[in-house]
């Protein structure tokens, strides 16, 4: 038996699988696993002066384990891998993920520190709980576009097709909404074959109209009994919910969740797909107002690239650049008036440059705009925040801050490409990644796990609980080191006082960020 319960293995013999039977009884997403205390025997040279030899250790090893279809029907039978006869596979070294394989969320590590927590190894296993031709599967595309998406679809339909046999694929059109008020379409490899050349999304998408019991109805009605969902955060929760209501009707249907947003906003995972994508088409916007700003004096540039609460995009997009001399996100607040503020800034590099680039992620500086502007709190058809023009906004402060305070002429150039960073194909290494989900997730449809999204975790694909990537948003740490190497690249104002940056807690630095923001808009 390996590490847990739902596997099948041969790995009997492992010290993680001798673990099993007692991991089999703890709660189903979390396992701890928690050896006895051991000796560290090593033989003491110079380098290791500084371990304690023959210390004891306590070495806590956590997994955060994914739901199996057996855990709420035990007597599901299950059938030898197809893969086992796949040309494909025929001399890999070792064509099955040995239950045993976990992969760790933290690789930084500590002498002394814990083994934390880790997640199960993505791939085929050895062990099936469908047959080729009891599987009828469906794939559904919610939220915003993203580049990516339609590779996703043709290699879910390809990889079920080509390494299982599967022939009954259903696209759900036009998003969750789409189980209960649209046809299904039929998805075969040839169908699918081209669609990665193209942008969006082949199968529509939309926000809001989740409505678990209407779509799990549908399931049933249909006689689906695998569940592909691509999307981001409000997607996942609706995966999470669908795969509840699954489980409590006890039926069997595998519900798998494949990240995607442009924001990268996801938790837990590296990076979501079509992030590259997008940062590489962004680098066309900044070009272009560096073409822009060169050629005129005091040639004042911003761009507003897509983030609605995490500014990733804009981030990646700056420190990829070198042109950018001041990247604001929804992270780090900003001001604009007095020393150490944006407009004193501005003025500096004009002086120095004769130009000056700002990217802008949407959602930076909104409660500065809101304030400005008296608007009201709308929001999407999901419940996500509508986002208010801080571009536009930005760029009238800035001209009349020159033009009204400094009487000093400048060139504003605002380019605004929105839609046109996401509206695009994947490029070659997204694709490869985009490749790689859609097959990890098939894998472990067919290997009977559910309630899992699938991603990679340090570089390695994981299934992770589905819970546990919607908990909490991915956003840009200020404390981390990556934005401190932007400030460090663009030599930018942090906007933080500088007795504030001595403060040793990052919560207590967000605070005063948040303190800083408030106290220069009153
Ligand atoms: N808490 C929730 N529970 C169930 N369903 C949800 C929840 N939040 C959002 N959804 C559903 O998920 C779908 C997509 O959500 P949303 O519009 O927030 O996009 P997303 O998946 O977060 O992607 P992105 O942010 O990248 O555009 C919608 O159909 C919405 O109804
Ligand atoms: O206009 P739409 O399609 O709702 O999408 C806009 C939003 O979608 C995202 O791309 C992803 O959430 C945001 O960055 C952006 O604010
Ligand atoms: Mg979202």
């Given at each position: 038996m390996?590490?847990?319960?739902?596997?099948?293995?041969?790995h009997?013999?492992?010290?993680?699988?001798?673990?099993?039977?007692?991991?089999?009884?703890?709660?189903?997403?979390v396992?701890?696993?928690?050896?006895?205390?051991?000796?560290?025997?090593?033989?003491?040279?110079?380098?290791?002066?500084?371990?304690?030899?023959?210390?004891?250790?306590?070495?806590?090893?956590?997994?955060?384990?994914?739901?199996?279809?057996?855990?709420?029907l035990p007597?599901?039978?299950?059938?030898?891998?197809?893969?086992?006869?796949?040309?494909?596979?025929a001399?890999?070294?070792?064509?099955?993920?040995?239950?045993?394989?976990?992969?760790?969320?933290?690789?930084?590590?500590?002498?002394?520190?814990?083994?934390?927590?880790?997640?199960?190894?993505?791939?085929?296993?050895?062990?099936?709980?469908?047959?080729?031709?009891?599987?009828?599967?469906?794939?559904?595309?919610?939220?915003g576009?993203?580049?990516?998406?339609?590779?996703?679809?043709?290699?879910i339909?390809?990889?079920?097709?080509?390494?299982?046999?599967?022939?009954?694929?259903?696209?759900?059109?036009?998003?969750?909404?789409?189980?209960?008020s649209?046809?299904?379409?039929?998805?075969?490899?040839?169908?699918?074959?081209?669609?990665?050349?193209?942008?969006g999304?082949?199968?529509?998408?939309?926000?809001?109209?989740?409505d678990?019991?209407?779509?799990?109805?549908?399931?049933?009605?249909?006689?689906?009994?695998?569940?592909?969902?691509?999307?981001?955060?409000?997607t996942?929760?609706?995966?999470?919910?669908?795969?509840?209501?699954?489980?409590?009707?006890g039926?069997?249907?595998?519900?798998?969740?494949?990240p995607?947003?442009?924001?990268?906003?996801?938790?837990v995972i590296?990076?979501?797909?079509?992030?590259?994508?997008?940062?590489?088409?962004?680098?066309?916007?900044?070009?272009?107002?560096?073409?822009?700003?060169?050629?005129?004096?005091?040639?004042?540039?911003?761009?507003?690239?897509?983030?609605?609460y995490s500014?990733?995009?804009?981030?990646?997009?700056?420190?990829?650049?070198?042109?950018v001399?001041?990247?604001l996100?929804?992270?780090?607040?900003?001001y604009l008036?007095?020393?150490?503020?944006?407009?004193e800034?501005?003025?500096?590099?004009?002086?120095?440059?004769?130009?000056?680039i700002?990217?802008?992620?949407?959602?930076?500086?909104?409660?500065?705009?809101?304030?400005?502007?008296?608007?009201?709190?709308?929001?999407?058809a999901?419940?996500?925040?509508l986002?208010?023009?801080?571009?536009?906004?930005?760029?009238q402060?800035?001209?009349?801050?020159?033009?009204?305070?400094?009487?000093?002429?400048i060139?504003m150039?605002?380019?605004?490409?929105?839609?046109m960073?996401r509206?695009?194909?994947?490029?070659?290494?997204?694709?490869?990644y985009c490749?790689?989900?859609?097959?990890?997730?098939?894998?472990?449809?067919?290997?009977?796990?559910?309630?899992?999204?699938?991603?990679?975790?340090?570089s390695?694909?994981?299934?992770i609980?589905?819970s546990?990537?919607?908990?909490?948003?991915?956003i840009?740490?200020?404390?981390?080191?990556?934005?401190?190497?932007?400030?460090?690249?663009?030599?930018?104002p942090?906007?933080?006082?500088?007795?504030d940056?001595?403060?040793?807690?990052?919560?207590?630095?967000?605070?005063?960020l948040?303190?800083?923001?408030?106290?220069?808009?009153?």
């Amino acid at each position: 038996m390996g590490l847990l319960g739902s596997d099948y293995s041969s790995h009997s013999n492992s010290k993680l699988g001798e673990q099993a039977s007692l991991l089999h009884h703890l709660p189903l997403s979390v396992a701890l696993f928690n050896p006895p205390k051991y000796k560290r025997e090593r033989a003491q040279t110079s380098s290791d002066s500084n371990v304690n030899v023959n210390e004891h250790q306590t070495c806590d090893f956590i997994i955060e384990d994914v739901p199996h279809l057996t855990n709420f029907l035990p007597d599901l039978p299950a059938y030898p891998n197809p893969l086992e006869k796949s040309q494909a596979y025929a001399i890999v070294k070792r064509t099955f993920v040995s239950p045993d394989d976990v992969v760790a969320q933290k690789i930084v590590v500590q002498k002394e520190s814990p083994r934390g927590v880790h997640f199960r190894r993505a791939g085929p296993r050895e062990k099936v709980y469908f047959t080729p031709e009891e599987v009828r599967a469906c794939i559904v595309t919610c939220g915003g576009l993203c580049p990516g998406i339609n590779t996703v679809i043709r290699e879910i339909v390809c990889g079920l097709n080509y390494m299982y046999g599967v022939d009954d694929i259903l696209g759900i059109q036009g998003g969750y909404r789409g189980f209960y008020s649209k046809n299904t379409i039929n998805l075969t490899p040839k169908i699918v074959n081209d669609i990665h050349k193209r942008g969006g999304t082949f199968l529509q998408t939309s926000r809001g109209g989740h409505d678990t019991n209407k779509i799990v109805d549908n399931i049933q009605d249909r006689g689906i009994n695998q569940v592909y969902i691509i999307g981001g955060d409000g997607t996942q929760k609706g995966a999470a919910a669908i795969y509840k209501e699954v489980e409590k009707r006890g039926l069997r249907v595998a519900v798998a969740g494949i990240p995607k947003t442009i924001d990268n906003d996801i938790a837990v995972i590296d990076k979501s797909f079509g992030f590259d994508t997008a940062v590489e088409e962004a680098q066309r916007a900044i070009n272009a107002a560096h073409v822009e700003v060169e050629s005129v004096e005091n040639g004042v540039g911003i761009v507003k690239l897509m983030g609605r609460y995490s500014g990733f995009i804009a981030m990646h997009a700056t420190l990829a650049s070198r042109d950018v001399d001041c990247c604001l996100i929804p992270e780090s607040p900003f001001y604009l008036e007095g020393q150490g503020g944006l407009f004193e800034f501005v003025e500096q590099r004009l002086k120095e440059n004769g130009h000056i680039i700002i990217v802008l992620a949407e959602g930076a500086g909104q409660d500065y705009v809101a304030q400005s502007m008296h608007a009201v709190d709308d929001k999407d058809a999901s419940g996500n925040r509508l986002l208010l023009d801080s571009g536009l906004w930005l760029t009238q402060k800035i001209k009349d801050h020159f033009t009204n305070v400094q009487k000093m002429a400048i060139n504003m150039k605002y380019i605004d490409p929105t839609y046109m960073i996401r509206a695009i194909p994947s490029n070659a290494s997204d694709n490869i990644y985009c490749t790689l989900l859609a097959q990890s997730a098939v894998h472990g449809a067919m290997a009977g796990y559910t309630g899992f999204t699938v991603g990679p975790v340090n570089s390695r694909h994981a299934y992770i609980p589905i819970s546990r990537v919607t908990e909490s948003q991915n956003i840009v740490k200020l404390t981390d080191r990556m934005w401190a190497r932007l400030l460090a690249s663009t030599n930018q104002p942090s906007f933080v006082q500088n007795c504030d940056l001595a403060l040793p807690s990052s919560d207590v630095v967000y605070s005063l960020l948040v303190k800083v923001d408030r106290a220069d808009q009153v």
